[in-house]
């Protein structure tokens, strides 16, 4: 991780007695003999335990059902533990931006979007929300004025705590609302259950999104103010950000639109101090923390502190291949020939060589764009946006002995999203927002993309198809793209096919119920409170 809280404690310090799994384990007690009182009986465990609910994005342990990194009999942590290689996955190889060529149980179906509910993918990624939420929840028990007072903690230290306590809610809404895109209905459960009384209750998606917004409101006057929290570290602006992208797509998961609200928050974002890096492929590059008057809230990776096989190392390492040239991304151990892209994606953009719209970062050379075979890595153009190198072209400065493991942070936020998010918002009726601002907010987007004025649009040419199509064009491979084509309604139907959609070469519409996966069956069998999702 780069410079900020995360890195000046000693990981592993501590073991914070949760569980992975919110249903199967909740009546076990910890084996070893650091509990709760040991954790947090000074203001460091505080600091440790905080640490690891901001953690949990970034590493993997403590995953699965039995507490541990076995999903279920899954053996593969790369795979499967990971939070950000598994929501990618979810996001972007069920859409027209990603295919993957390796036949590891569960990730072929995703692009085929055939998948069951013993999907290993889907599967990981429940449980892995479920985990940071889980940590979350033990976090805010253990923090509250009563257990402050009891361990003797006052003053500015009991004041750190409660901050602590805003940002883990933060984390815990932001890991439901990826349960509530993703699953629709899962179960539910806060710091009030005590751990191992219950069983958790399943929540309704409209029941959920409300109480996702009602957290977010209540913790924003208490947040810091924008940019002015540690570098990793949710702000007011993450909450105004993640707010915009809960209405923009309200209508998804309430029926209710509430593009009004999306337009109030993400000008909030907007109007903080936030502006857009001068050259768009610095965004994901090994030192793009300095990338901090764009990005509004990051998962932060270090090749020798948050070493694993998911996250941006996956991002970089699977996307190379073929004849292409490893120290070109910064990797000495070399790729590992997976993702690459279709030929959807390649085409909204006016040449696949980036000459005229910089954002077009494609490997084309012994690639071919029509893709026959999906396991053959040199079918489909292969992306060439995430590199372990700096600015300068000099090796990430972090990178591990071996050079696995990468330095790119990810963007959970950044503001070309809020631009987009408030144009898409406008064009659909919300009020309080015009045309003309929102005309001039994806004209900054693309005078970045094009280094002038040519790339800019009029009026005319600001309609939803532009949108959908210009998020692709700046927010490929950031695990947008299934989110926003469930919303165009273009993600199951036939109105939009790509190639290999549904697992024919020219595509096909699929079954509407895939707009949302499955519970994982396990989970469904072991609580007596969990309804599977229709379809399924």
């Given at each position: 991780m780069k410079k900020n809280f995360?890195?000046?404690?000693?990981?592993?310090?501590?073991?914070v007695a949760v569980l992975g799994s919110c249903v199967k384990d909740l009546d076990r007690l910890p084996t070893n003999e650091v509990t709760a009182e040991t954790v947090y009986s000074t203001p460091m465990g505080y600091r440790q335990a905080f640490a690891k609910v901001y953690g949990a994005w970034a590493t993997t342990g403590n995953q699965g059902p039995a507490g541990n990194n076995d999903l279920q009999g899954v053996p593969d942590e790369g795979n499967f533990a990971d939070f950000l290689r598994t929501f990618w996955y979810t996001q972007e190889l069920t859409t027209d931006e990603a295919v993957l060529g390796w036949n590891d149980p569960g990730l072929p179906d995703l692009h085929n979007m055939s998948w069951s509910a013993d999907n290993p993918v889907l599967v990981g990624l429940y449980y892995r929300s479920t985990f940071q939420?889980?940590?979350?929840?033990d976090f805010l028990r253990q923090s509250t004025d009563?257990?402050?007072?009891?361990?003797?903690?006052?003053?500015?230290?009991?004041?750190?705590?409660?901050?602590?306590?805003?940002?883990?809610?933060?984390?815990?809404?932001?890991?439901?609302?990826?349960?509530?895109?993703?699953?629709?209905?899962?179960p539910f459960f806060t710091d009030a259950d005590q751990l191992g009384s219950t069983i958790p209750q399943q929540i309704?998606?409209?029941?959920?999104?409300?109480?996702?917004?009602?957290?977010?409101?209540?913790?924003?006057?208490?947040?810091?103010?924008?940019?002015?929290?540690?570098?990793?570290?949710?702000?007011?602006?993450?909450?105004?950000?993640?707010?915009?992208?809960?209405?923009?797509?309200?209508?998804?998961?309430t029926g209710t639109a509430r593009y009004t609200d999306a337009i109030t928050y993400s000008k909030r974002v907007i109007?903080?101090?936030?502006?857009?890096?001068?050259?768009?492929?610095?965004?994901?590059?090994?030192?793009?923390?300095?990338?901090?008057?764009?990005?509004?809230?990051?998962?932060?990776?270090?090749?020798?502190?948050t070493q694993g096989f998911g996250g941006t190392t996956f991002l970089t390492h699977a996307a190379v291949g073929g004849n292409m040239d490893k120290s070109q991304f910064g990797i000495p151990s070399g790729g590992w020939g997976g993702i690459r892209t279709t030929k959807a994606l390649v085409n909204l953009f006016p040449d696949a060589n980036g000459d005229a719209d910089k954002r077009a970062q494609f490997h084309t050379n012994g690639q071919q764009l029509e893709i026959t075979s999906i396991g053959s890595f040199t079918h489909g153009y292969a992306i060439t946006k995430y590199r372990n190198l700096t600015r300068t072209g000099a090796l990430a400065p972090n990178i591990d002995p071996k050079g696995d493991h990468v330095d790119i942070d990810f963007p959970l936020f950044r503001l070309p999203e809020m631009y987009l998010i408030y144009a898409e918002a406008v064009l659909r009726g919300g009020t309080g927002g015009n045309i003309a601002t929102a005309l001039q907010y994806i004209n900054a987007i693309?005078?970045?993309?094009?280094?002038?004025?040519?790339?800019?649009?009029?009026?005319?040419?600001?309609?939803?198809?532009f949108i959908i199509d210009e998020r692709a064009r700046e927010l490929y491979w950031e695990a947008h793209r299934r989110t926003d084509l469930i919303r165009f309604n273009r993600f199951t139907s036939g109105t939009y096919l790509w190639p290999w959609k549904g697992g024919v070469p020219n595509g096909r519409a699929v079954e509407s119920y895939r707009r949302i996966f499955p519970i994982p069956s396990a989970d469904?069998?072991?609580?007596?409170?969990?309804?599977?999702?229709?379809g399924y």
């Open positions: 995360l890195n000046k404690i000693v990981t592993g310090a501590f073991m939420i889980t940590l979350a929840n009563d257990k402050l007072s009891s361990r003797g903690i006052s003053g500015a230290d009991a004041d750190m705590i409660r901050q602590f306590r805003n940002e883990a809610r933060f984390v815990r809404a932001y890991q439901y609302w990826v349960l509530m895109d993703a699953y629709g209905n899962p309704k998606r409209a029941d959920l999104f409300n109480y996702i917004e009602s957290e977010l409101k209540a913790i924003e006057p208490q947040m810091a103010a924008p940019r002015q929290n540690e570098y990793g570290r949710a702000d007011q602006a993450a909450v105004w950000a993640l707010l915009a992208r809960l209405y923009l797509n309200a209508e998804v998961y109007d903080a101090g936030y502006s857009l890096v001068p050259n768009y492929r610095h965004l994901f590059l090994a030192d793009n923390h300095l990338n901090t008057n764009e990005f509004i809230l990051t998962i932060n990776y270090d090749g020798l502190r693309r005078q970045r993309a094009y280094g002038n004025a040519s790339g800019n649009i009029g009026q005319q040419q600001l309609t939803l198809d469904v069998t072991a609580n007596r409170n969990l309804v599977q999702n229709p």
